[in-house]
């Protein structure tokens, strides 16, 4: 995304889920692309019963049966068609024409309904992702026959996809994932030493091998090979890993490192003599397929030890750029090792090899570009990000003093996007006026995420004030605003402007609010400075401001002349 970004091509990320923990590798700081998550259930379900009252939902509902019949209430065919309908409202406000899915899976199972509404895709496959998560070759066939192409990460996946998708074998083309080699810093392969320094990154789960892997080194040490094996990941068989090193009497030589940022992988590499992957296929069928960090090892100018398995020998040339061995085979893995320990000069010439692949084969320059002329003219700047956000507490509020008329008001304005920090507690997913066009606050992880990645704004925001919730909202409120160019933050109820007050501090933006009579803001912050006013006991500064009577409740015309005043400069 980087590398298209780089290229000019415009991107919004969609995602369906949540990220599983608040880590986020330091280079996403680069993204400029704007990243939307659904809405809570309950506002997904109302914006489904809207569309099944305007007879937008019919050709999803007709695809859910099919779906339902063909593969099975295990597909979640219902739940797809939900997140679909969201993302469709959200491409189509922004501008999106084409939808680009990573791995054959759910997502892409949502893009066929995606489709339905009107917007093309193309998705990229593995071979794992096909092979066992998405269980079904009849909906890999379909997913196939609806997409412009499908991009396969490896020869090996291509052919494994022509092989169950004869049909579509035309519309399949290789493209590798990429990296940019530039960003690597050279390890002196050749040199460190008595002791065989050795590296190897991954999930800690079966297929990865690294049983195999502490096993192997086992054998190095007990023929005397001096070694340090760093271990960089964490999983599910972290533990069991653990326990492995410790029987094998190499708990001493086996450094687990857990998770760690890009740019302290990249240090780990350079210090490094050798990379080693000993992964197999495991117990459920699953493998790696065309792991993205041996040609990071590649990069970084190291020789690779590894097995004959699926896409790697696409990447490793065997005595040419690294050493190859059976699957399972620890023993092969102890001799390349011990070779590789005996022989600085063949690391050196490995790693020179290595290095030139993966600038030549990997580079995002030439993969980035092969997908971009994949997407060939179905992509076009939209130019429609929307100008002004207007942030409410909550959406479904019921009663005379309802602030969601001005929020339907500013979903049909096109250069205003709504953003709701919540459902109000009252809120009825049978309400009649579904929130479609309203975006909500992601999931706490997200903007745990966004709070880890932005040290400088957490000290700033905390300066202003000791209330975390708010703090951590403004921070992400910050990058989304960033990301999508909004000119101006409109505080809706007197409960969003001290959020907005903040955000004013973090980065340059209009800012404006309504107070409703009575309303306060739930902490004493110095929102602006002139004119003394006194609410409800509270002391508080405003101006210098231009103030505006308006009726409230609020009618929907005069809703809507309000929300295209707040589009106005100044």
Known sequence: ??????????????????PPD????????????????????????????????????????????????DYGGDFKAATRARNALYFGNVFREIGVSHVHVHFANRATHTALFLKKLGIPFSFTAHAQDFMVDLGSDELLREMAREAEFVAGVSDFSCNLLREKCPDSASKIVRIYNGLDPAGFVTADAGGGGEILKIVSVGRLIEFKGFHYLIRACAGLKRRGIAFELNIVGEGPWGERLQRLAEEQDVAEEVIFRGVLGGEDVGKLLAASNVFALGAIVDSKGASDILPTVITEAMA????????????????????????????????????????????????????????????????LEVTAGQLQEA???????????????????????RGPRSADTELRAAVAEEKVMPMALGLHEDFRVSSPVAPSGIEFLPDALVLDAAWRANEEHVRTVQELTDNLEQARIAVYLVEFLQRLGVRRLHAARSDVIDVTWLVSQLMDIEVSCCMEEGGRATHDLPIMEGIDLSI???????????????????????????????????
């Open 300 to 363: 970084s100018g190291l020789p690779v030890v590894a097995t004959r398995l699926a896409g790697i020998p696409e990447m490793v040339e065997h005595e040419r750029s690294g050493l190859l061995c059976e699957p399972g085979d620890e023993g092969g893995l102890t001799g390349a090792l011990e070779r590789l320990a005996k022989e600085p000069d063949t690391r050196a010439a490995f790693a020179l090899e290595g290095r030139r692949l993966a600038g030549e084969r990997f580079a």
């Open 22 to 69: 608040d880590f986020r590798h330091s280079r996403l700081a680069q993204r400029q692309a704007p990243v939307f998550y659904p809405p809570p259930g309950k506002a997904l379900e109302s914006i489904r019963r809207a569309a099944e009252a305007d007879g937008s939902w019919a050709p999803l509902a007709e695809l859910i049966a099919r779906h339902d019949a």
């Open 1 to 18: 995304m980087l590398a298209l970004e780089a290229r000019g091509v415009p991107l919004a990320v969609g995602s369906i889920n949540p």
């Open 375 to 397: 997407f060939a003219g179905d992509v076009r700047d939209p130019g429609r990000f929307p100008e002004v956000v207007y942030l409410a507490s909550g959406w479904g509020e």
């Open 536 to 570: 409800r006991q509270t002391r508080r500064k405003f101006g210098p401001f231009r103030f505006r009577l308006r009726p409230d409740p609020i009618n929907p015309a005069a809703a809507a002349a309000f929300i295209q005043l707040l589009c106005k400069t100044g």
